[in-house]
């Protein structure tokens, strides 16, 4: 039970690849609380004791900070953010509008950064803390259609380093990041429904498939617990062997 006592909270953590990590975390004795834009709680929520759903839009501070102040009033604790809300608009370039491009950066981009500041004050108050960002493989891999999604995956990663050197100054504050390849959950799911698309790039993978949500639940077990403690600042690539061109 790596993650028993803990504090988890996972943004964007409803559905696909959030889910699967909710369910990793709780599985370890995890105390975990998701969060979407919904305001109604996901139907397997209710089948789980240690996994909690609140409302919250990453992209907007005062709703961040409220349920940050809901977390602490009823665990008295928040141990681990995992910033993974993500949401994405592709077009080719000269197709994407300004609204596309705002709104992925804001919940992309901005949701992490809007996030880990709402959650350092805790942090430094209990003397603890770790921040897990989930980025894509599109922030080292060039996808058409994708500028305002790999300018913003880029962007976390970039943030997880700052933030990696800085933080620790001021607590005992790790910061790490999290790059998945196409796993079937989440947006693999969208990638491998396009037959076409997917017959392309399948032939990508060293491993010969994408990956399965437990897989990339186990490496954020093992970045939320405290055999990861003396790891800051590292992006952990988990994408099967995902060859760059």
């Not at 790999?150 to 933030?163: D, F, I, N, Q, S």
């Not at 790059?179 to 032939?203: A, I, N, T």
Request: glycine residues 10%; negative net charge.
């Amino acid at each position: 039970m790596k993650l028993r006592n803990r504090v988890i909270l996972i943004t964007g953590g409803s559905r696909g690849l959030g889910k699967s990590m909710a369910l990793g975390c709780a599985a370890e004795g995890g105390e975990v609380i998701i969060t979407g834009r919904s305001s109604v709680q996901p139907e397997w929520v209710y089948q789980y004791e240690q996994v909690s759903y609140y409302q919250q839009d990453v992209g907007c501070l005062e709703s961040t900070k409220k349920v940050l102040e809901r977390v602490f009033n009823q665990y008295a604790q928040i141990d681990v953010l995992v910033n993974n809300a993500g949401i994405n608009r592709d077009h080719l370039f000269k197709d994407m509008s300004l609204d596309d491009w705002n709104e992925v950066i804001n919940t992309n981009l901005t949701g992490p950064f809007i996030c880990s500041k709402a959650v350092l004050p805790y942090f430094i108050d209990q003397g603890y803390g770790k921040i897990i960002n989930i980025s894509s493989a599109a922030a080292t891999r060039v996808n058409i259609g994708q500028a305002n999604y790999c300018t913003a995956k880029a962007g976390v990663e970039m943030l997880t380093k700052v933030l990696a050197i800085e933080l620790p100054r001021i607590g005992n504050i790790t910061v790490n990041c999290i790059q998945p390849g196409v796993f079937e959950e989440g947006m693999g799911e969208e990638l491998m429904s396009r037959e076409k698309v997917w017959d392309k790039y399948k032939p990508r993978f060293a491993s010969g498939r994408p990956g399965y949500g437990n897989e990339l639940a186990s490496s954020l077990v093992f970045l939320a617990s405290d055999e990861s403690n003396y790891i800051n600042g590292h992006v952990l690539e988990v994408n099967g062997g995902l060859m760059w061109v």
